[in-house]
T-cell receptor, first 112, second 110 residues
Framework: DGGITQSPKYLFRKEGQNVTLSCEQNLNHDAMYWYRQDPGQGLRLIYYSQIVNDFQKGDIAEGYSVSREKKESFPLTVTSAQKNPTAFYLC???????????FGDGTRLSIL | EDKVVQSPLSLVVHEGDTVTLNCSYEVTNFRSLLWYKQEKKAPTFLFMLTSSGIEKKSGRLSSILDKKELFSILNITATQTGDSAVYLCDVVKGTYKYIFGTGTRLKVLA
């Protein structure tokens, strides 16, 4: 089945640690996105990538990094510089603006 | 600065009631407006609106866009407990940028 796979579902980070969230898609979509969702909030854009080897910062990129070495994969690293990382992280793909986005099931990140 | 504002932020109704959710926007290079339903995990797509005044319907849900006044509404008639969710409004800017509102949390009581 075509879709987006995010892993892990739950992740715990210790102080000073970098952690990486995985996002893989087999929809053959060019654009991929990372969003952060806090309780009672909408989705805020962290990073997005329109094509392989290219990505742009979203509204809240500080403390995060990404790479896009393959079309299928867009991992997100939450660095130790992100002081409040506890949130629900959603990965999505998108088309050319005239298509809805497809979302993974999310990763819930907490601080130990 | 682009913004998408949803109201109300939360709503509690009883089964059978009709609800109207609002989304107003100020976004340059507007392309389309999307509505999603989010229960526990991934948002699921409901409607895409690109033209003013054309109602989209799916069962008990319907939505319409007003590009002159810059808003959209999502109506749910004869609500059921399964409609309890967060409803997200999402405005597409240009080709690749999606801007979300804060969402409306709907709770339907039996």
């Amino acid at each position: 089945d075509g879709g987006i796979t995010q892993s892990p579902k739950y992740l715990f980070r210790k102080e000073g640690q970098n952690v990486t969230l995985s996002c893989e898609q087999n929809l053959n979509h060019d654009a991929m996105y990372w969003y952060r969702q806090d309780p009672g909030q909408g989705l805020r854009l962290i990073y997005y990538s329109q094509i392989v080897n290219d990505f742009q910062k979203g509204d809240i990129a500080e403390g995060y990094s990404v790479s896009r070495e393959k079309k299928e994969s867009f991992p997100l690293t939450v660095t130790s510089a992100q002081k409040n990382p506890t949130a629900f992280y959603l990965c999505a793909t998108g088309g050319t603006g005239n298509q809805p986005q497809h979302f993974g099931d999310g990763t819930r990140l907490s601080i130990l | 600065e682009d913004k998408v504002v949803q109201s109300p932020l939360s709503l509690v109704v009883h089964e059978g009631d009709t609800v109207t959710l609002n989304c107003s926007y100020e976004v340059t290079n507007f392309r389309s407006l999307l509505w999603y339903k989010q229960e526990k995990k991934a948002p699921t797509f409901l409607f895409m609106l690109t033209s003013s005044g054309i109602e989209k319907k799916s069962g008990r849900l319907s939505s319409i866009l007003d590009k002159k006044e810059l808003f959209s509404i999502l109506n749910i008639t004869a609500t059921q407990t399964g409609d309890s969710a967060v409803y997200l409004c999402d405005v597409v800017k240009g080709t690749y940028k999606y801007i979300f509102g804060t969402g409306t949390r709907l709770k339907v009581l039996a």
